[in-house]
């Protein structure tokens, strides 16, 4: 099991940025999948992107291009970057870690995910 703990959501005007970080506890962050998720109000939790292990990423659709995803594993912490931000990216983010053998399409299903944090309020007003 891991603890994640989010920071650096806020609220900033559409084309800002913003950087989330996710810090996790424990000695073994490095073998964990990393997922990023959010869900904006009456609707489901969506994915928005994930790294693996090693580094890989994988982005939604509709953040490819304006957000970048990190991982630090000396701090055990991984980095949203958000630029270009939209209204619609407004929701509640959440941090996720998840103990995936390979890395694939399963990292971008919540259900994969068994750790999670607490999440953060990104509101981004036109």
């Known amino acids: 099991q891991v603890q994640l703990v989010e920071s650096g959501g806020g609220l900033v005007q559409a084309g800002g940025s913003l950087r989330l970080s996710c810090a996790a506890s424990?000695?073994?962050?490095?073998?964990?999948?990393m997922g990023w998720f959010r869900q904006a109000p009456g609707k489901e939790r969506a994915f928005v992107a994930t790294?693996?292990?090693?580094?890989?990423?994988w982005y939604a659709d509709s953040v490819k291009g304006r957000f970048t995803l990190s991982r630090d594993n000396a701090k055990n912490t991984v980095y949203l970057q958000m630029n270009s931000l939209k209204p619609e990216d407004t929701a509640v983010y959440y941090c996720?870690?998840?103990?995936?053998?390979?890395?694939?399409?399963?990292?971008?299903?919540?259900?994969?995910?068994?750790?999670w944090g607490q999440g953060t309020q990104v509101t981004v007003s036109s």
């Open positions: 790294i693996s292990k090693n580094g890989s990423t």
């Open positions: 996720a870690a998840a103990g995936l053998q390979y890395f694939s399409s399963a990292a971008l299903d919540p259900r994969e995910y068994d750790n």
């Open positions: 424990g000695r073994t962050f490095n073998t964990y999948t």
